[in-house]
């Protein structure tokens, strides 16, 4: 929700709840921007997500068995990776991508920042998956899709979308006059046959 229209926005979840008498409702926010606000929801509870702390993330892995003695060893000796591991979800993709007892490491000669280890680790992640899924059936090939995937994610972006619904695509998606003219002449096309099919 954009800052002008929050608090707004909670006293509206607030009158709701007053009104309806909803059973439960979830609500996210960030801590910091909820602070900010002047108003509190009239809610029964609050819960504050923390990162995982070092113990956490070790425990986690040694859980993991030895499968991922290599992964938490290089997490134990790389502060930078220990505060990537700190997200449940770049922990479960460093599990996922690091599972055969690879280590992670950085090009020789090299050094990475922070968001040059994420995208590392989202590089290799995706090439696991691959391997994993096989793409021998598939209908598509991985630089297809990630051709794919890169224009939803510039669409969202575009679009200020976070999650991604079917639903929500819309003509202006379209990249080029020759795309929107497509789909212009395939849905008059497919109306048409409806009007005909229901006369």
């Known amino acids: 929700v954009k800052e ?3 608090s707004q926005c909670l006293n509206a979840i607030n009158s709701f709840t007053q009104a309806v008498g909803v059973a439960g409702i979830a609500v996210c926010s960030r801590k910091a921007e909820y602070t900010r ?3 509190r929801l009239h809610a029964n509870g609050a819960i504050c997500l923390q990162p995982l702390n070092a113990n956490q993330v070790d425990r986690y892995l040694l859980d ?3 499968r991922l003695s ?3 060893t290089s997490i134990k000796n790389d502060p930078e990776l220990m505060s990537l591991a700190q997200s449940p979800l770049m922990l479960n993709i460093m599990c996922l991508s690091y599972s055969e007892g690879d280590a992670i490491t950085q090009p020789k000669g090299e050094t990475c920042t922070g968001l040059d280890r994420r995208h590392l680790l989202i590089d290799t992640y995706i090439t696991k998956m691959f391997e994993r899924r096989g793409n021998k059936n598939a209908h598509h090939n991985r630089d297809q899709l990630l051709s794919m995937l890169c224009f939803l994610a510039k669409g969202m972006r575009h679009h200020s979308q976070n999650v991604f619904l079917a639903e929500s695509l819309q003509p202006s998606w379209l990249l080029s006059n ?3 003219w497509v789909y212009l002449v395939i849905a008059h096309v497919i109306s048409g046959l409806l009007s005909v099919l229901l006369l």
Do not use: D, H, I
């Open 4 to 6: 002008k229209y929050r």
């Open 37 to 39: 606000l002047p108003e």
């Open 64 to 66: 993991c068995g030895p």
């Open 70 to 72: 290599a992964l938490r």
């Open 178 to 180: 020759r795309q929107l």
